[in-house]
């Protein structure tokens, strides 16, 4: 039996601490223009489903990078690009 390798990152915290989280990958969206980190903290939701989180990536070209929150304007695309790559996967 395979056994899935997941990463595991540190993600700054609002209070300038640093959270453990899994990754679950780094996502282009074209339409946007920009990368987005999509990671768990392995919580779970009222319906056992877990819970995602997702900020955008920024690479500044010196090997260093930002997670920056997600704009407003850009939550409706993104959610779309997820649920069209949760599609692919289950076909």
């Known amino acids: 039996m395979e056994q899935e390798i997941k990463q595991t990152i540190m993600i ?3 209070d300038g601490k640093e959270r453990e ?3 679950i990958g780094l ?3 074209d339409e946007l223009n920009k990368f987005f980190l999509i990671y768990t903290y ?3 939701d009222d ?3 877990e819970v995602i989180h997702v900020s ?3 690479d500044n070209g010196d090997n260093s990078i ?3 929150e ?3 304007s850009d939550w409706e695309i993104i959610k779309n690009y997820l649920r069209e790559a949760i599609k692919s996967e289950e076909a």
Do not use: Q, R, Y
């Open 21 to 23: 989280a899994t990754c």
């Open 47 to 49: 319906n056992g489903m």
């Open 66 to 68: 930002d997670l920056k």
């Open 42 to 44: 392995g919580e779970h």
């Open 12 to 14: 700054p915290t609002s």
């Open 70 to 72: 997600v704009e407003a």
């Open 27 to 29: 996502i282009k969206v």
């Open 56 to 58: 955008e990536f920024i």
